[in-house]
């Protein structure tokens, strides 16, 4: 942009320059939609057979409209509405009879009775200590179950002792314990 001054015509006076117009956009002149020239009384028994769900307010606005050219895609549309009326006008001409309901009376206040499921017991996690040499029997044992196609955890070893020594009666449980050497309980000194 440049700063120089134009010089004003002659007789014309120099004070302050008018500001610019306001652009203002141009509209283009309304054109009247044309009608066709047939007469309602045609079109609206039409447009009633070809849509019988359009209201009157529709119809009477139908015949208003010029008629435009269905595009490709209202063609498939109207192709496909078409297959689906015919499937449904078949489906509903299939006669069968109607499945029984049988209503089971459920007790006062109660649901209809649920197989009862067993509850899952509760597990508790804990932390022991033992020798070094029964810790080391506790992999044997394991390497031993794999022998024999049987896999173990330590838990279930653990668990497994427990019901045997559940299973035993006072006298054999008291000389299994006795053989089993008292440690000091606790968490070892770092």
Not at 19 to 37: C, F, G, N, S, W
Request: aromatic residues 2%.
């Amino acid at each position: 942009m440049s700063t120089t001054k134009k010089s004003a015509p002659a007789g014309k006076s120099t004070g302050a320059a008018k500001p610019p117009k306001k652009l203002v956009p141009r509209v283009a002149a309304k054109v009247a939609p044309q009608v066709d020239e047939q007469p309602a009384a045609i079109v609206a028994p039409v447009v009633a057979e070809a849509l019988p769900a359009v209201s009157a307010t529709a119809a009477a606005t139908a015949t208003a409209r010029p008629p435009r050219k269905p595009s490709r895609v209202d063609e498939t549309v109207a192709r496909h509405q078409k297959v689906l009326a015919d499937a449904l006008v078949k489906a509903q001409a299939i006669k069968y009879d109607q499945p029984k309901v049988i209503k089971v009376e459920a007790s006062q206040g109660k649901k209809a009775d649920k197989p009862v499921r067993p509850k899952k017991p509760k597990l508790v996690r804990d932390s022991y200590a033992m020798p070094e040499t029964e810790y080391a029997q506790i992999a044997e044992l394991k390497k031993r179950l794999v022998g024999i196609g049987r896999e173990a955890k330590k838990s279930e070893l653990l668990r497994a002792g427990i019901m045997l020594l559940a299973a035993l009666n006072e006298a054999e449980l008291a000389a299994v314990m006795g053989r089993v050497e008292r440690i000091k309980t606790g968490r070892p000194a770092k």
